[in-house]
């Protein structure tokens, strides 16, 4: 038997070879990243971390410049900013329409353009910060969607912008929700948001 098996060894090193190559795994999918604004950053970054195939949910500010890219600034409403949080997915576990859906259904209201909850300014517009042609065809597929299926009672406000950066936020912001389940303000406005995430996604919601 040992020299059958070394005789099939050398036929399949000889069709290799004649192949031009080794046999190699496929190449798993790279991860996307998509920057959604809605409201304040620490409920967005509740949702979108909770689900499926998100990396990492980063909160941050985007749509103004680097060098004004700061809470206190961005509180202003002048800088341009809105408070946003980058996604980082798996495309191969959670898809970008799945992402898009959490983001108009669960994560805010995108009927309200420049206010969530009690939030009230530029900075908490609706927004999505789109990188190229793909991102922009999904999220206007997503709005059309919607608007044909009369989900909500008022228009989609929600602006679609040239993505031109991305700054993370300071780092106390990050993980909010999680470390301050009892803060006033994370109870009334962003743990409803993971109450309704479970109730109308419970399969793309993480196990903990």
Not at 124 to 136: K, L, M, N, P, W
Not at 147 to 166: C, D, M, Q, R, S
Request: a negative charge.
């Amino acid at each position: 038997m040992t020299h059958l098996r070394n005789r099939f060894g050398l036929a399949l090193a000889l069709v290799l070879a004649l192949a031009g190559g080794t046999v190699r795994p496929a190449a798993a999918e790279p991860l996307q990243t998509i920057v959604l604004a809605g409201g304040c950053f620490w409920g967005m970054e509740a949702v979108f971390g909770d689900l499926k195939g998100v990396t990492e949910a980063m909160p941050g500010y985007s749509g103004g410049a680097a060098a004004t890219a700061h809470y206190e600034i961005v509180s202003t409403g002048t800088t341009g900013h809105a408070e946003s949080v980058r996604v980082t997915y798996d495309p191969a576990k959670i898809t970008l329409r799945q992402i898009l859906d959490v983001y108009f259904l669960v994560a805010h209201d995108p009927t309200e353009l420049n206010r969530q909850g009690p939030d009230d300014g530029t900075q908490y517009r609706s927004a999505i910060f789109v990188a190229g042609d793909e991102q922009r065809r999904a999220a206007q597929a997503e709005i059309d969607r919607l608007t044909a299926e009369h989900h909500f009672g008022a228009p989609i406000v929600t602006k679609l912008e040239a993505y031109h950066g991305f700054y993370p936020a300071e780092a106390y912001h990050r993980h909010y929700v999680a470390l301050h389940p009892d803060n006033p303000y994370v109870a009334f406005n962003d743990l409803p948001k993971l109450a309704a995430l479970q109730q109308t996604y419970p399969r793309l919601v993480a196990q903990k």
